[in-house]
C-alpha cells in the first residue's frame, strides 16, 4: 500500500514538472536579448507615437509576456504576427469598451478577459498576452476614460507592431526563421510526407493542438521521423561509405563561363570549389549561375546579360563570388543519420566531406538514395 501511494505521489509531482524541451544556453541568450531589444524598440517608438506620457502609459506589462512568445517561442502558433497583432488590439478594443459600460471591478475585470478571449477565439488571433491587455484595461479605469478607444491603437496595437517587426529581423540576423513557414505542399524533402495541409490540420484539431503546433512544422516533424527511421535501416553506414570520391573541382580563380561550361559538360548541378592544395572552399550550384543572369531586362538585352558577369570595377566574376560557403558539411565518419537531415532540410543538393579542412569527398541525394536501397534490398525488415 505504502509503495503503491509512493509511486502515484512521484507521478503528481512528475505531472506538476517541466514537461518541455531544455533550451540551450545560447538559444537561452539568444531569447533574451532579443526581448531586451524588442522592448527597448516599443519604448523607443511609444516615445514618438503620439501617446499621452503623462498618464504613466508608456509600456505596459503585456508586452513583456507579447516578448516572451516572439522571442523565446516565434516557431509557436500563437507568436505569429497575425494572432500577435490582432490579438492584442481586439483585445484591448474589447477591454475598453467594457471598462466604459461596467463600473464594479469585480465585473468589470473578468468581463473584459472574457470579452477579449471571445473577440480573439472570432478574429483565429488567439494571442496570451491579449488577456493581460485587457485586463489592464479593467484595472485602469481612469486611464481608459482619459484615453478612451485610443488605447487599443497606441500604445497596444503601435507597440505591438514594433515588437513584431523586430522579432522578425532579429530571427533573420539569429539565424531562425520568422514568421514560422507555411504549409507548402511541394516544399523541402522533409515535408513531403503524402499527407495534404487538410489532413494535417485534422490531426491537429483531433489532438486539440491546433494552437501549440502549425501545419508546417507538424509536416516538418513526421518527415524528420520518417528519416530517422530510415537512417535506423541505413545504420551503420556513415558518409565515407556512400559518398562520391571522383570528384570534378574548380578552382576560385575559375570564370562564370568556364563554370557553366563545366556544368554543361558534366551535367552536375554542383561543383565544389577547392584550392590547389584541396583545401575545400565552398560549393557553387547551378542556380548561382542562373540568378546571375535572371532578370527581364538582362534576358532582353545581350550586353546587358554580359554585364552580369562582370564586378563594379569591370573585372570578370569567378567562383569565389558566386559560391556558397555556408552550406552543411559532414565528416567521413558522420553516420547516415546526421546526413540525411542535411540533405533533406536544406536547400543544397549536395554535402561536401572533409578531412579537417581537405574535401575528401560529396554526398549528394542520389548517392543516399542508391545507399538506401542497396540497404532495403539486402535488409527488408526492420528490427
Do not use: K
Amino acid at each position: 500500500m505504502a509503495a503503491r501511494m509512493a509511486d502515484r505521489l512521484r507521478d503528481v509531482l512528475q505531472a506538476w514538472g517541466p514537461s518541455g524541451a531544455s533550451m540551450s544556453p545560447r538559444e537561452a541568450a539568444r531569447a533574451g536579448v532579443g526581448s531586451a531589444l524588442g522592448l527597448g524598440l516599443v519604448g523607443l517608438v511609444l516615445a514618438t507615437s503620439g501617446v499621452d506620457l503623462t498618464t504613466g502609459l508608456f509600456l505596459i506589462a503585456p508586452f513583456g509576456a507579447s516578448a516572451v512568445l516572439l522571442f523565446a517561442a516565434p516557431n509557436s502558433p500563437l507568436a505569429q504576427p497575425w494572432p500577435a497583432v490582432v490579438g492584442n488590439t481586439v483585445s484591448a478594443f474589447a477591454g475598453v469598451a467594457v471598462t466604459l459600460l461596467v463600473s464594479p471591478s469585480q465585473l468589470r475585470v473578468p468581463l473584459a478577459v472574457g470579452a477579449a478571449v471571445l473577440a480573439m477565439v472570432l478574429c483565429r488571433a488567439v494571442h496570451p498576452p491579449g488577456g493581460a491587455v485587457a485586463m489592464t484595461a479593467g484595472l485602469s479605469p481612469d486611464l481608459v476614460h482619459a484615453l478612451g478607444f485610443r488605447f487599443a491603437l497606441a500604445p497596444v496595437a503601435v507597440g505591438t507592431i514594433a515588437l513584431v517587426a523586430l522579432a522578425a529581423v532579429y530571427a533573420r540576423l539569429t539565424g531562425r526563421r520568422y514568421p514560422a513557414r507555411r504549409f507548402d505542399d511541394e516544399s523541402s524533402a522533409t515535408a513531403r510526407i503524402g499527407l495534404d495541409e487538410a489532413e494535417l490540420t485534422d490531426i491537429l484539431d483531433r489532438y486539440s493542438q491546433s494552437l501549440n503546433l502549425g501545419v508546417a512544422d507538424l509536416a516538418r516533424l513526421i518527415g524528420a521521423a520518417e528519416l530517422q527511421v530510415a537512417g535506423h535501416r541505413a545504420d551503420p553506414l556513415v558518409a565515407g561509405d556512400v559518398m562520391s570520391r571522383d570528384l570534378v573541382t574548380v578552382g576560385p580563380d575559375a570564370t562564370l563561363t568556364e563554370l557553366a561550361q563545366m556544368f554543361d559538360t558534366h551535367r552536375f548541378t554542383s561543383l565544389p570549389v577547392v584550392t590547389r592544395g584541396g583545401r575545400f572552399l565552398g560549393v557553387v550550384f547551378q542556380i548561382h549561375l542562373v540568378s546571375r543572369l535572371r532578370g527581364g531586362a538582362a534576358r532582353r538585352d545581350p550586353d546587358r546579360r554580359f554585364g552580369r558577369l562582370l564586378r563594379r570595377d569591370g573585372s570578370v566574376l569567378t567562383a569565389a563570388d558566386v559560391m556558397d560557403t555556408t552550406l552543411p558539411i559532414a565528416s567521413p565518419d558522420a553516420p547516415v543519420t546526421a546526413v540525411l537531415p542535411m540533405l533533406a532540410g536544406s536547400d543544397c543538393d549536395a554535402v561536401p566531406v572533409l578531412d579537417g579542412d581537405l574535401l575528401v569527398g560529396i554526398v549528394t541525394q542520389t548517392d543516399l538514395i542508391a545507399a538506401l536501397a542497396r540497404q532495403t534490398l539486402a535488409d527488408p525488415l526492420v528490427d
